[in-house]
């Protein structure tokens, strides 16, 4: 199954076939003093930074303006047509947000990926009819008003979120589910229920996935080796696409070379211009 | 094994997270007649004190962290009932949750099992908590304090929401108001009017411990 997202003049294809899809997590105020002031201020110009350091390596950048003490709908509204005009990459549009929400789907050129609705009923009837009229695609997270580490009801909440899409007219190849990435450190089996929860998700619902592929590591020494590593497993149990830090050389190798290694990077293509790429670079 | 002797082996297992180990020596000191308040103050607490200075340096780690408290937890399941005969007051009481139309908890069963190795009494009343749940609550164990956790900014003005109800209550000045979650600054914690803000587990223990000392001195009780 292939989610297809859009941006004016690029696809992007999400799908067990094609090469992993890295949505660059970086345009994110959380833990980032600075930008939260400046957006406070309604000031927008740190995404510019932040877009440059992605752009090589991400497929998508997922976008969220939120700050609770900033207008977030104005932000997200201002925040998309800038980032159009910075990058031709599809747009993942992040916020728990309602109205920011459809202010970035409003202003989008293109078929958006929406970052996310929940299983909770409240949830679903205010977010999917937005995700229909736009024609945009939605991450559904594996949570209902609570947070459950057994795959088996994990994959009762994806099975929720898939069947009321399916109720808006919105198709499974448009749901992305989240299985959901927990903290490792504080829960032994987080990963592991994680990845069992990957695999019940594309044997019985065939859709594709992504995840915070960040979590993982909190709190943990060696974040972006352990990010590598965890991005390795999960991308061989079937997950398909990250909300992942595209600036750490470690997770994006870890990613590449898992898709020549899995079959969706045929002869190594991309995996041998990268490298000529990177040693062109170096060299000039 | 002197008494000295035991509560080194306390500090000192409790400090690298050996629950069996310090449930054991527990034990021999109890049948020694080893004072329970005295292992509690002179060997549990400062461990897990170092523990969370460690943690605040970056020494420690958060899966360390959690096996030193859970360590320091076993140890407190056999003496909490010895403490309360003896008359024993907690450091301090905490009504903990995470605050209406939120359902993550990783964050604050991490603050909750770090206070409670701090030798506090935690009443946890789990994920999506309504305002008027945090009042009653608070009205019927009277703690020290009050905290609400959020991860999503969406769901940070429950703290405000809450605070209003406690004030509506008018048990606002009986209880200090503490504010963590992810998305949260120390900003937002002052615009919102809680009384603390903490970026993690440790310092949360730390703060609670000088909003405390601090209500303490300032009111003659």
Not at chain 1, 120 to 136: K, M, N, S, T, Y
Not at chain 1, 259 to 282: M, S, V
Not at chain 2, 82 to 91: F, I, N, R, Y
Not at chain 2, 135 to 149: L, N, R
């Amino acid at each position: 199954m292939d989610t297809v997202l859009r941006s004016r003049s690029r696809t992007v294809v999400i799908g067990p076939e094609h090469p992993f899809c890295i949505i660059g997590e970086r345009i994110n105020p959380t833990g980032r003093k600075a930008f939260q002031g400046q957006l406070q201020a309604g000031d927008l110009s740190q995404v510019e930074t932040d877009v440059a350091q992605q752009v090589g390596t991400a497929d998508m950048l997922d976008v969220n303006v939120g700050d609770p003490l900033a207008d977030e709908v104005g932000l997200m509204a201002k925040a998309i047509p800038m980032l159009q005009e910075l990058t031709d990459l599809p747009i993942c549009i992040d916020s728990s947000i309602v109205e920011a929400l459809e202010a970035g789907l409003s202003a989008y050129e293109g078929k958006a990926l929406v970052n996310s609705v929940t299983a909770e009923d409240e949830r679903l009837e205010a977010i999917l009819p937005l995700v229909a009229r736009h024609g945009a695609a939605v991450i559904g997270l594996a949570n209902g008003d609570t947070i459950e580490i057994e795959p088996e009801a994990r994959l009762e909440m994806a099975k929720k979120i898939v069947s009321a899409a399916g109720d808006y007219g919105i198709k499974p190849e448009d749901v992305v589910i989240d299985p959901l990435a927990m903290p490792v450190g504080a829960e032994p089996r987080a990963v592991t229920s994680f990845l069992e929860t990957v695999r019940l998700i594309r044997e019985q619902l065939g859709v594709n996935t992504t995840c915070g592929a960040s979590n993982t590591s909190f709190g943990l020494p060696g974040r972006h080796t352990l990010g590598a590593a965890f991005l390795s497993v999960a991308q061989s149990h079937g997950l398909t696409s990250a909300i992942m830090d595209a600036r750490a050389p470690e997770c994006v190798d870890a990613v590449r070379a898992g898709d020549f290694l899995l079959g969706r990077d045929e002869w190594g293509a991309r995996w041998i211009a990268k490298y000529r790429a990177e040693k062109a670079a170096a060299a000039s | 094994m002197t008494h000295e002797e035991i509560l080194q082996g306390l500090y000192d297992h409790t400090l690298v997270g050996h629950a069996p180990e310090v449930k054991d020596l527990v034990n021999q000191g109890l049948a020694d007649n080893l004072d329970p308040e005295k292992m509690l103050y002179d060997a549990l607490i400062p461990s897990l004190e170092e523990v969370g200075a460690r943690f605040e340096r970056g020494d420690f780690f958060v899966p360390e962290m959690l096996i030193a408290a859970r360590a320091m937890q076993g140890a407190l399941d056999i003496l909490r009932p010895l403490l309360a005969e003896t008359g024993a007051k907690p450091v301090g009481t905490y009504v903990m949750g995470t605050v209406k139309g939120d359902v993550h908890d990783i964050g604050k069963n991490l603050v909750n099992i770090m206070l409670e190795g701090a030798g506090f009494t935690v009443y946890d009343l789990g994920v999506n908590v309504a305002p008027e749940k945090f009042v009653e609550q608070v009205q019927e164990h009277e703690p020290d304090i009050v905290g609400f956790s959020a991860f999503l900014t969406t769901t940070m003005p429950m703290f405000k929401a809450n605070i209003n109800a406690l004030e509506k209550a008018g048990i606002r000045d009986h209880v200090i108001v503490m504010v963590g979650g992810a998305p949260v600054t120390q900003e937002y914690a002052d615009a919102v009017g809680a009384d603390g803000y903490a970026a993690d587990a440790s310092t949360a223990v730390r703060l609670a411990k000088d909003l405390i000392e601090r209500k303490r001195s300032a009111v003659p009780a």
